[in-house]
């Protein structure tokens, strides 16, 4: 079966995937492969397969636009994102130096956990609980870094809460931004003549760290696991075994299906030991650098919010943190909200 993280505990709960931790030849993977890879692909401390593919959210900079405002290295600190992107308005490079996507759509959760994550926070505490609303802790200091990049700073339009990720990536290729967060394999489009005006300038730097923060961001992956038809099955649950680990294992001692398929397509891979490839570091390094995808690969953390409620609580989360980029709610009130209906919802639920 193909699985998304994010359904993975609905369809475990309702017992239409099993585990696959039984199987030695399928484990010994999770030695060569990303943390927040295997974290994903494991609920209620068992695990449900072998990841095949993973990206993670990055933080991408037009190098010529930032040469153009005098600026000679990317930002470190979301504080240095706000500098550098005034610098660049101010010089009449871009009106919105810093593109977000904050349209409710599929992709925003992915944006909020990068912004949370790189300002020190979590949605949610190891024993799941809410903390998103915990000022210190949560997300409320991030939405507090776009409220005020919108409004007091005015570096970020206003039309964020309408943007998608696809019409963000448009607009950042045709020029109009000099920052951007996108999806990492969004480099290899950006950087291709054919489809970007910014071909060949588009880099990509650590995630931006918040104050007590870090250059975290979010990750996700997609995998193969085991249909409860076949697990109940020994025979076929052997042969799924097999066919499970060559998609996400080896296969005549490689990781072939992994590095086709990033060689084809640029879709991304969860094991380490692909990195040291040569063919693979020829193909990132002719749009990106393997080196700094490596790095901040190695930062990525798995969505904290995926549980059997998570549909429903993301509605509301998102237009939370859009309502208070709208003025119609503060941070604090935003994020207490949001607090609120992950409480009511695993009292439900959990």
């Known amino acids: 079966m193909w699985v998304s993280d994010a359904w993975l505990p609905e369809w475990a709960e309702a017992g239409w995937i099993k585990p696959v931790d039984g199987f030695d030849n399928l484990m010994k993977y999770n030695a060569e492969a990303e943390k927040f890879c295997t974290d994903s692909m494991t609920y209620k401390g068992r695990q449900y397969g072998l990841t095949y593919y993973t990206d993670f959210m990055a933080f991408l900079y037009d190098d010529e636009a930032l040469k153009k405002a005098g600026i000679s290295s990317p930002p470190e600190s979301w504080d240095e994102v706000t500098e550098q992107c005034l610098k660049i308005k101010k010089a009449g490079i871009s009106e919105y130096p810093l593109m977000l996507a904050l349209a409710q759509e599929s992709w925003l959760i992915e944006f909020l956990a990068a912004m949370t994550y790189s300002h020190g926070g979590s949605f949610t505490d190891d024993s799941g609980n809410s903390i998103m609303q915990d000022p210190a802790k949560g997300a409320v200091r991030a939405l ?67 104050k007590d923060g870090s250059h975290a961001t979010v990750g996700w992956m997609r995998f193969h696991g085991m249909s409860a038809a076949a697990a109940a099955d020994k025979t076929r649950a052997e042969n799924t075994a097999k066919l499970i680990e060559w998609f ?103």
């Not at 990536?169 to 999806?183: D, M, Q, R, V, Y």
């Not at 509605?315 to 604090?332: N, R």
């Open 248 to 350: 996400g294992g080896k296969a005549n001692g490689e990781y072939k299906f992994q590095k086709y398929l990033f060689i084809d397509i640029g879709a991304g891979f969860g094991v380490k030991p692909l990195f040291a490839d040569t063919d693979v570091q020829a193909a990132y390094n002719s749009y990106a650098d393997v080196n700094i995808i490596k790095e901040q690969q190695a930062l990525a953390r798995k969505k904290d919010v995926v549980t059997p409620w998570f549909g429903e609580w993301n509605d509301v989360h998102g237009s939370a943190w859009q309502a208070a980029v709208l003025q119609k709610a503060s941070p604090t009130e935003a994020m207490a909200k949001a607090g609120k209906k992950w409480d009511e919802l695993k009292k439900e639920m959990g």
């Open 144 to 210: 507090q870094w776009v409220v005020d990049a919108v409004h007091k700073h005015k570096i970020v339009s206003p039309a964020c809460v309408e943007t998608g990720e696809l019409t963000g990536l448009k607009a950042f290729a045709s020029g109009n931004h000099a920052f951007a967060l996108e999806p990492k394999y969004r480099m290899r489009m950006l950087n291709d003549p054919k489809q970007s005006q910014i071909a060949g300038n588009v880099k990509q730097a650590l995630m931006p760290m918040g």
